[in-house]
């Protein structure tokens, strides 16, 4: 078993401390678009060699960059006039019966993509894939078999819990917005929304960018009513759940009386903004800068053996099962390092940061969840082909 050190935090926590800052970027985003057909490639073509060959064979498909349609919107409508553009990169296992990977592959990233933003349709978007052989020392290291692969690279992973009344506010705003039921009430309501919350004492402000369907907005007196909506259903359905104290919402604060947020799909990836992987949301699901964290980004990484995507996962998981064993813990930061080469199961070191108790009182108990759920790599591994784990 890998030595754990259970380390005295000191100083206040997030929590604690006179200002936090916390951000969101939501399933429209173009930064969350990358993410999403990294991720989406990376799971297809493990569901594709685990049924030809009874495996997940080598892979890391985790470069992506989304290029920026070109279209023209107003009150009720507008018009397309250049494709938004995804090109997917990276390197896999390209057997003689997968050689064309873009005949096989394309269609189920789209198919995702499109399942994210309600009104993007294959006219508005082109998708390419550029996946060539990987290289041959990290092909000799990678194995999905019934013992701990070697991990692939000396890499770091850091998780927390639990989180802060702002960090789940931030998170859960967007969640809630881009909900079915949201959805329902507000159609005119776009996938591309971004969240920024501040606090400074016990004083919380949202800042909400939030992209409207042209189509449905047809003018700016139904618009200015559709933010108003917004405020009034992120304070009721969302921040009372989590705060009590002075909360702010504001919607679209760069509209200005002759231009505002409009959109023909739903995403500013149509005209607006580019994106590109690990822009965006860390592996908790939010952009944290008052928390250590890695700049890893594991979208499109492959589940087996890439330690940065493995440790994302288990460095959270090991950090809640702590809180969840001991409440009054009031935070937890786990740090996990691997070696090239070694098993994944066994890291360089693992780190766990606690505050409001006595390391020595946890030490045994934080031990034995570490090992725990080093010995569930294989569930954590199918867990990124079930898609159970928050990725970004």
Known sequence: MAEVRVLEGHGPTVAQKEVEIVERKGKGHPDSLCDEAAETLSVALSSWYKDHYGKILHHNVDKAVLVGGSTTVHFGGGQFHKKIKVIVAGRATLTDDLRDPEEVLVPIVRERLQSQIRHLRDEHL??????????????????????????????????FAPLTPLEKITLETESFLNSEEVKRLMGPLGEDIKVMGVRKDDQIRLTIAAAF????????????????????????????????????????????????????????????????????????????????????????????????????????????????????????????????????????????????????????????????????????????????????
């Not at 013992?147 to 850091?158: E, F, G, K």
């Open 126 to 159: 082109d998708i390419y894939l550029e996946v060539r052989p990987g290289a041959a020392d990290l092909q000799a290291i990678f194995q999905d078999e019934d013992r701990p692969p070697p991990a692939n690279d000396t890499s770091l992973a850091v998780g």
């Open 213 to 392: 369907l042209a189509s449905l907005v047809p003018d700016r007196q139904t618009y200015d009513r559709l933010k108003e909506q917004v405020v009034q259903l992120v304070k009721e359905r969302v921040v009372s759940r989590f705060w009590s104290g002075q909360v702010e919402v504001y919607v679209n604060t760069a509209d200005t009386r002759e231009s505002v947020y409009l959109t023909l799909t739903g995403t500013s990836a149509e005209s607006g903004d580019d994106g590109q992987v690990g822009r965006g949301n860390r592996a908790c699901g939010l952009i944290t800068p008052f928390r250590p964290m890695s700049l890893e980004a594991i979208a499109g990484k492959n589940p087996v053996n890439h330690v940065g995507k493995v440790y994302s996962i288990m460095s959270r998981l090991i950090a809640e099962k702590v809180v969840e064993q001991f409440p009054e813990v009031r935070q937890v930061y786990c740090y996990m390092v691997s070696q090239i080469g070694r098993p994944i199961n066994d890291p360089e070191a693992v780190a766990v940061e606690v505050w409001g108790v006595s390391p020595s009182a946890v030490k045994n108990s934080v031990e034995t969840i570490v090992e725990s759920v080093l010995d569930d790599w294989k569930e954590i591994r199918q867990g990124f082909l079930d898609r159970k784990w928050r990725i970004f």
